[in-house]
């Protein structure tokens, strides 16, 4: 067997990231920047005021109450024509801009309007700045916005349409496809006969490519026939940027996938020190990565996550390539037997009184897929007996559910 965290980097190492496209904004949600974004105008452009209220010289303001003559009003987008000369003031709105000669915007709630608005009360005084937004106060021009790696979240989308840049180059986003292998799979609804199994591994693993960000592409169900098998890879290396297949990869089994996947690339067979999810496959075929995940419900999910997952998040352009693992404390039993791997149980997490608490969420046979949709994460259980009540456990957030 090997370790998990090498069987890791082999996979890593092979799966570089995708070249630069230039997207826009609509169509660049989760992508990784692949340049830096550098500010051409300041934001805000101009000053303006960040409250409803008056445009004021602030010394007018000191001996507050005082009276001032309105001699403007500017809605946001109006642009000032007059100024604010000694004892005037301008009826000003939120975003609209500073007009010349005021130095400071007092808020509606503290004047008092007089003669249908043609005067008003300044209640209090307010200091030079009061409620002025300064041009460049949130972005300088010239500033670096983003950095290389960046991954684009909506405010990253906000503040680029803030600075009229409405394409953006990214990482290219992986297009990945998925098969699943076996003679004994269906596909679809009808009765199933005696040694039929449904497919269940294209759904959960195109479903766990898309969450990841990455397209999925369905390459569909294949037997166990070598010249299918062998079309249907070739056309997936050849249209896809990776692509996963599942079953027919276990220890012992001498089926087609293997034959083949050793035929077209490059390919290692690994035993991997992790339960469930041990046997593993991953090579070149044409210079396209091809992961050979195993075929229970369970395990095929599982390697997913620990060894695929990392490797497309590097093609992504993400330098961050592995979940953050998180202490939690087991509050019931989490067993298991020394067997030399790693065992990954599916657990529910919460967060309680400042900590995160785990227990089973079910049956952790590597077929048991419904304790997986019951779980929301996968406690990491070293090699040895597990954990007992209140232990420490380390925890992998899978989704908030
Ligand atoms: P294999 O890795 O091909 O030896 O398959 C291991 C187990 O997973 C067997 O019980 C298969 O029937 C089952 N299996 C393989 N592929 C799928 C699939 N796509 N959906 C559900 N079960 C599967
Ligand atoms: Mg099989």
């Given at each position: 067997m090997i370790p998990l965290a090498e069987a890791q980097q082999v996979v890593i190492d092979h799966c570089a990231p995708l070249p630069t496209v230039t997207l826009p904004l609509v169509e660049a949600l989760g992508h990784v920047t692949a340049g830096a974004v550098a500010a051409?105008?300041?934001?805000?452009?101009f000053d303006n005021t960040a409250m409803d209220g008056y445009a004021v010289r602030s010394a007018d303001t000191a001996a507050a109450p005082v009276t001032l003559d309105v001699v403007d009003t500017l809605a946001a987008g109006a642009v000032p024509a007059v100024s604010v000369g000694a004892g005037q003031a301008i009826r000003i709105m939120t975003g609209a801009p500073i007009p010349p000669g005021a130095d400071a915007v007092i808020m509606v709630e503290r004047t008092r309007a007089l003669d249908g608005g043609g005067r008003v009360v300044a209640e209090v005084s307010v200091p030079a700045g009061n409620h002025v937004r300064n041009a460049g106060e949130d972005l300088e021009v010239g500033k670096v916005v983003f950095e290389p790696g960046e991954v684009l979240q909506p405010a990253h989308l906000g503040v680029l349409a803030g600075l009229g840049i409405h394409a953006v180059d990214v990482v290219r986003r992986p297009r990945v496809g998925v098969m699943s292998t076996g003679d004994e799979l269906v596909d679809g609804s009808q009765p199933l006969s005696l040694g039929q199994v449904r497919d269940s591994n294209r759904y959960s693993l195109l479903s766990l490519v898309r969450q990841a960000g990455l397209e999925g592409v369905d390459l569909g169900m294949v037997r166990d026939d070598p010249d299918t098998i062998r079309a249907t890879i070739g056309r997936g290396v050849d249209t896809c940027d990776a692509v996963l297949t599942s079953g027919g990869v276990s220890m012992g089994d001498y089926d087609c996938v293997k034959v083949v996947l050793d035929e077209m690339g490059d390919m290692s067979w690994m035993q991997v020190a992790i339960k469930p999810a041990k046997p593993f496959a991953f090579g070149m075929v044409r210079e396209t990565p091809v992961f050979g995940l195993p075929g229970n419900t369970v395990s095929s999910m599982v390697s997913f996550e620990l060894l695929a997952r990392p490797a497309l998040r590097r093609m992504m352009g993400h330098t961050q390539l592995h979940r953050p693992l998180v202490r939690a404390t087991a509050s019931a039993p989490l067993r298991r037997r020394p067997d030399g791997k790693i065992h990954f149980a599916r657990v529910v997490w919460g967060y309680r009184e400042g900590r995160y608490e785990v227990r089973s969420a079910g049956g952790q046979g590597s077929h048991q897929l419904s304790s997986l949709a019951a779980a929301n994460g996968l406690a990491v259980l070293p090699d040895g007996h597990g954990a007992a009540e209140g232990d420490a456990v380390e925890l992998i957030r899978l989704h908030e559910g």
């Open positions: 051409a105008e300041a934001v805000p452009a």
